[in-house]
């Protein structure tokens, strides 16, 4: 129990500080979108992923068909939040496209899965999977925009978009679900990201290296 509260506070800290820089003129920073989505392609790289850069996700139907990431046309926002995907997902998940997660924006994946292995449609769950009870959508969501954040890219633009807050009418940031703090909780205790909310390059077994 003085674990788990100890992580509470942890994880509310880090979400105070990450409003308070929101908030800020830190708010005006920017790597550029080039520099974060070469930075992004390393990473990935680095973790083991293998990339194809002439196909985009539009053209294959998967963003990952098991075994290749289609990069082309993906912002570095984009290209983080697939590198999140890959930490946060069971390694079970690895072979299945885009992680066996369903409907995606990307296109129909289950008719994608059945192209590339009938095997694979018996295997995928297409059901949501969780992190520790969090929704692994969600969790991939806040480690990807932590990535952002630690790369300095405008962090909260994702943080708008995928629907963690806001700017309220006072221009301060304000989470729009007070438990958020849960994610960032879980993320710590799996050592995917540390107290500051720096990513760590792990999965989430904690080996450094798919396969």
């Known amino acids: 129990m003085e674990q788990i509260q100890s992580l509470q506070t942890k994880?509310?800290?880090?979400?105070?500080?990450?409003?308070?820089?929101?908030?800020s003129h830190?708010?005006?920073?920017?790597?550029?979108?080039?520099?974060?989505?070469?930075?992004?392609?390393?990473?990935?790289?680095?973790?083991g992923v293998t990339l194809e850069t002439t196909i985009s996700p539009e053209?294959?139907?998967?963003?990952?068909?098991?075994?290749?990431l289609f990069v082309r046309g993906l912002t570095a926002s984009d290209l983080l939040h697939e590198l999140a995907h890959f930490q946060c997902a069971p390694a079970?998940?690895?072979g299945l496209p885009d992680f066996?997660?369903?409907?995606?924006?990307?296109?129909?994946?289950?008719?994608?899965?059945?192209?590339?292995?009938?095997e694979r449609?018996?295997?995928?769950?297409?059901?949501?999977?969780?992190?520790?009870?969090?929704?692994?959508?969600?969790?991939?969501?806040?480690?990807?925009?932590l990535w952002e954040r630690w790369l300095g890219a405008p962090f909260w633009n994702a943080l708008v978009a995928d629907g963690w807050?806001?700017?309220?009418?006072?221009?301060?940031w304000a989470w729009g679900d007070p438990s958020s703090w849960q994610c960032a909780a879980d993320l710590m205790e799996l050592g995917l990201i540390n107290t500051t909310g720096k990513p760590n390059l792990v999965l989430r077994d904690g080996r450094r290296l798919l396969g």
């Open 165 to 172: 807050g806001g700017i309220d009418e006072k221009d301060q």
């Open 100 to 118: 066996g997660l369903g409907l995606g924006s990307k296109g129909n994946l289950k008719a994608a899965c059945q192209r590339y292995s009938v």
């Open 26 to 47: 830190s708010r005006a920073r920017s790597s550029g979108e080039q520099v974060t989505r070469d930075k992004a392609l390393r990473l990935l790289q680095d973790l």
């Open 121 to 145: 449609v018996a295997e995928a769950p297409w059901e949501k999977r969780s992190v520790r009870g969090v929704d692994e959508e969600i969790s991939a969501s806040f480690l990807g925009i």
């Open 92 to 94: 079970t998940a690895y």
């Open 11 to 23: 994880a509310q800290r880090l979400l105070a500080c990450i409003a308070e820089e929101i908030t």
């Open 59 to 68: 053209q294959s139907g998967v963003t990952w068909d098991g075994e290749v």
